[in-house]
């Protein structure tokens, strides 16, 4: 984030992709892809392509690590080698870690895990192409992952950046505004409390600034929210019209 850069990133009010400071990316999503699991979702939003699996609940193993008071959750974030241009090395490093526990630490406020103790629900996040925004995208297709495998939930999670782009505030960075940017700020909320379950910052923004960007990907979280219900109806059309 911050690299120096003289990328003139807004232009006439336009972004590099043409779009307004408070405009999303193309974002489709799509529920139950995968027959295996028991609850998926494909999600593309702009350049990143998502696949998300869940499976469980299901035995906890190892057994000590069961909760007899509710489930265990586990989330793991995984970018593919190929997702980026610079292949990447298989495997977990730091960042993918640190998604993993907070993805998972989100999660763990709407889905009623209690119902359910003594077992594990895994869900599997797989990056297949990778353009910025990520952990927001990837938490955006692991909730509907997670209604799709009909776990009860208070809500879904819905996940949204927003950050800041040569002094302006802007919504849903892509891959040039996050790299020669000035802020980037992932965010996820709960559309009917209101609650925001996760909220990072990397950069550097004024009080004013911070709030016009938390503003601003919270009423885009509503638009992603509809997009995610859209999906799971039409799964389930789809399975009754068969």
């Excluded at 190892?62 to 509710?70: E, Q, T």
């Excluded at 949204?160 to 505030?169: E, L, N, R, W, Y």
């Excluded at 909220?199 to 992603?224: N, Y």
Aim: charged residues 30%; aromatic residues 6%.
């Amino acid at each position: 984030m911050g690299m120096k850069s003289d990328i003139q990133l807004i232009k006439d009010g336009k972004r590099l992709d043409g779009r307004k400071p408070n405009e999303l990316r193309d974002i489709t999503i799509k529920a139950g892809v995968l027959d295996n699991a028991d609850g998926s979702c494909y999600l593309e939003w702009g350049g990143n392509k998502v696949l998300a699996g869940v499976y469980g609940p299901k035995q906890c193993l190892p057994r000590h690590l069961s909760n007899p008071y509710k489930a265990v959750l586990n989330y793991r974030y995984n970018m593919a080698p190929f997702s980026v241009d610079d292949r990447k090395r298989p495997g977990p490093d730091r960042r993918s870690v640190e998604i993993s526990k907070i993805s998972a630490e989100a999660l763990e406020r709407v889905v009623l895990l209690e119902k359910f103790p003594e077992t594990m629900v895994d869900v599997y996040v797989e990056i297949l192409q990778a353009e910025a925004g990520t952990r927001c995208a990837a938490l955006t297709a692991a909730s509907v992952a997670l209604a799709d495998a009909g776990l009860p939930m208070k809500d879904m999670v819905t996940a949204v950046a927003a950050g800041k782009i040569d002094g302006t505030v802007v919504l849903d960075l892509n891959k040039a505004e996050d790299n020669f940017g000035q802020a980037d700020v992932p965010m996820a909320v709960l559309q009917h409390s209101g609650e925001i379950v996760l909220l990072q910052m990397d950069g550097d923004l004024t009080q004013k600034e911070f709030h016009q960007a938390a503003t601003m990907a919270i009423e885009a979280s509503k638009k992603v929210y509809e997009l995610q219900k859209a999906a799971l109806k039409d799964k389930y059309k789809e399975r009754g019209s068969k």
